[in-house]
């Protein structure tokens, strides 16, 4: 760009801000490293019992440690002295070696006893950590709010939910009690040595500040390859997810080597990003095995001189190496611990950004339960707009009003895009409105218990989800005790009985994966059983049956009409032939109620009703194109 003051950069969209993490609905919500450890840290400490256990193993699995190398120094000092034949009586050197042998030898049982209980416990607390974790996130998703759904892709949250999750799990045994382990030995034994001698003690922890700044500056670079590799993981979700769920559509259009080239693709990036940080570990590792064993040379050359000149015995000196060997493995697991502690503030920022958002659609406080008499709905003068302000989304509705009670059926017809799936789906409240208010028996929606509403008002959508389970299951799902005989009369309202009935599993035949086994009609079916089983106050038809043959569609309508003298209903429906009976019917435009009235008056009206009937309906089709009005009303 040729500015001197270039521009911002564009405020990323709330699909992109909803990956990377969110604190509310859309808003950005990643804590810093030490927020976040600390959270974990602190949900660890919620299983007392086992954290004390694991962090008492690690004290006394490092003091049993510590014990070693002045244990092994006794017992040199002794064979020396036996071997040079020392002023005590060789039974006595004897003893005191077999003593000092014995020391070291309990000593290292018990180091390696309490190494195995701090293991254990460490591992049972990260695992017990995200037991709870993982049914802290699906019952997050379980609440979150239509919109946070609209925007994030599945893929993304079983990335979240499973991989992140893994990463914060073994914080608690890789990173914090191998860092209290190795804080304790370095501590520990800095005193120790540098309170024996002050030089040696310094060569001996010559590579520590050195491995603080390598530690430092590589845990910033392994997070940042942490994050970005994360994302990548949730890009191989998404596309694994889409593929999967559409790979007959793949398969029709022969698009195998498009979706392998895609894949390979975000794989090839991931494994560069997965190359790089190994590289980044293992150059991390190398660099301070390398300090660690410069500094053991060091204290052999200076202690070995000490030893020549008689300043010091040979068991200091080996009492000083043992201490340095000890340090040996931890000082090769510090690349592991620091990449424990930049991949959990990676992943537990991205778990912890999901399990912190607010859904938009929440009850107030000591919300009631909805109170039905004549179950009357009113829209008054509502408006609605998906999205948030930022995203300067165009109005969906405008000033909606309409008013349906029991036992009263209302149509509503239009254009895709008009706002008719929008009014089915405000109603039980996925989404709230921007603009009027929605009542059921004068009782505001936005002022009851989700539950009482959603239990009175049920959606039967144009797009049938059915679970990998047996129809009667999927059928009695909103009612999971329903008898034989509840789901048989849902079944043949819903014509579908004599279908199930021809099946060699009847009723317990497993349904596959997203209904895949069924045809759409036969989805369609089976959802709206599901609904009317229910007997809700409210029943929404949202193009239920634009799968279904028109005669069965009759049948069904047919079928349903003492169902609903018991309750209202909305039909939204492209075909005109399954809105004639309704009390009224409205036509929906851009948003707008354009005509209003019941088949007939609107037939009379010779609008854009009437053109759609009469397209319908195939009357004077020959002349109906030459029509410039009835074209465009089809259009």
């Known amino acids: 760009m040729a500015e001197e003051t270039p521009p911002p950069p564009p405020r990323p969209s709330a699909q992109a801000r909803a990956y990377r993490g969110m604190a509310s609905d859309g808003e950005p919500g990643f804590g810093g490293d030490t927020e976040t450890l600390l959270r974990i840290t602190r949900l660890a400490l919620q299983f007392r019992t086992r954290i004390w256990v694991?962090?008492?193993?690690?004290?006394?699995a490092a003091a049993f440690q510590l014990m070693i190398p002045r244990f092994l120094g006794n017992a040199v000092d002794h064979a020396l002295g036996m071997l040079n034949g020392g002023a005590a009586a060789p039974d006595e050197a004897r003893d005191a070696l077999f003593m000092t042998a014995m020391l070291l030898l309990g000593a290292s049982i018990l180091r390696g006893a309490f190494t195995l209980a701090h293991n254990y416990a460490g591992e049972s607390t990260g695992h017990l950590l995200a037991y709870k974790l993982r049914l802290a996130f699906y019952n997050k998703l379980q609440h979150l709010s239509f919109s946070f759904h609209d925007r994030v892709h599945t893929g993304e949250l079983i990335t979240r939910g499973m991989l992140d999750?893994?990463?914060v799990r073994m914080f608690v045994n890789t990173g914090l009690l191998k860092i209290l382990l190795l804080t304790i030995l370095i501590g520990a034994g800095a005193y120790l040595m540098l309170s024996t001698d002050p030089l040696l003690g310094a060569l001996a922890l010559s590579f520590v500040p050195f491995i603080a700044w390598n530690s430092a500056t590589v845990r910033l670079k392994l997070r940042y390859l942490w994050l970005s590799l994360q994302d990548k993981m949730g890009m191989l979700g998404r596309i694994m997810d889409e593929n999967l769920t559409g790979i007959r559509v793949v398969r029709a259009f022969g698009a195998e080597p498009f979706e392998l080239a895609k894949y390979q693709a975000a794989s090839d990036e991931a494994l560069?990003?997965?190359?790089?940080?190994?590289?980044?570990?293992v150059t991390s590792t190398t660099s301070m095995t390398l300090a660690y064993f410069t500094s053991m040379g060091l204290l052999l050359w200076v202690g070995g001189m000490r030893v020549q000149d008689g300043d010091m015995t040979v068991g200091k000196l080996t009492e000083f190496l043992t201490f340095m060997t000890i340090l040996q493995l931890p000082v090769r697991q510090l690349g592991m611990v620091v990449n424990s502690f930049a991949r959990a503030s990676t992943c537990g920022a991205r778990l912890f950004a999901v399990l912190d958002l607010e859904p938009t659609i929440r009850e107030p406080e000591n919300a009631g339960p909805l109170e039905l008499t004549d179950a009357r709905v009113r829209f008054e003068n509502v408006s609605f707009v998906y999205g948030d302000e930022e995203e300067a989304a165009p109005p969906i509705l405008h000033?909606?009003?309409f008013e349906i009670a029991r036992g009263e059926t209302l149509g509503i017809v239009g254009p895709p895009g008009s706002g008719k799936s929008t009014i089915a789906h405000l109603l039980p409240r996925y989404y709230d409105v921007t603009g009027g208010r929605?009542?059921?028996?004068?009782q505001d929606i936005r002022d009851v218990s989700l539950e009482s509403l959603r239990h009175e008002v049920r959606v039967v959508q144009q797009d049938a989800f059915l679970f990998t389970a047996s129809l009667e299951n999927n059928i009695a799902y909103g009612d999971p005790w329903a008898d034989d005989g509840q789901v048989r009369d849902a079944a043949g309202l819903a014509q579908i009985d004599g279908f199930v009935d021809g099946l060699p599993g009847g009723y317990g035949t497993l349904v596959g994966e997203r209904g895949v086994s069924l045809s759409g009609g036969?989805?369609?079916r089976i959802a709206i059983a599901r609904a009317a089983m229910l007997?809700?106050?409210v029943l929404i038809l949202d193009d239920s049956t634009a799968a279904i043959d028109a005669a069965t569609e009759s049948r069904i309508r047919q079928a349903l009409r003492a169902h609903t003298q018991t309750c209202a209903t909305i039909i939204v429906s492209h075909r005109l032939g399954a809105l004639q009976h309704a009390n009224q019917i409205l036509f929906l435009d851009n948003g707008r109620i354009i005509e209003r009235g019941t088949h007939d008056e609107?037939?009379?009206?010779q609008g854009r009703y009437a053109a759609l009937y009469k397209l319908q309906t195939h009357e004077d089709n020959d002349n109906f194109w030459d029509d410039p009005e009835m074209k465009g009303a089809a259009e």
Request: hydrophobic share 45%; charged share 25%.
């Open 438 to 442: 929605i009542t059921i028996d004068g």
């Open 165 to 167: 999750l893994d990463g």
């Open 272 to 281: 560069a990003l997965a190359t790089r940080r190994i590289k980044t570990r």
């Open 522 to 524: 036969q989805k369609q």
């Open 535 to 537: 007997r809700p106050a």
């Open 54 to 60: 694991a962090i008492g193993a690690t004290l006394a």
């Open 399 to 401: 000033d909606i009003s």
């Open 602 to 605: 609107l037939v009379a009206a």
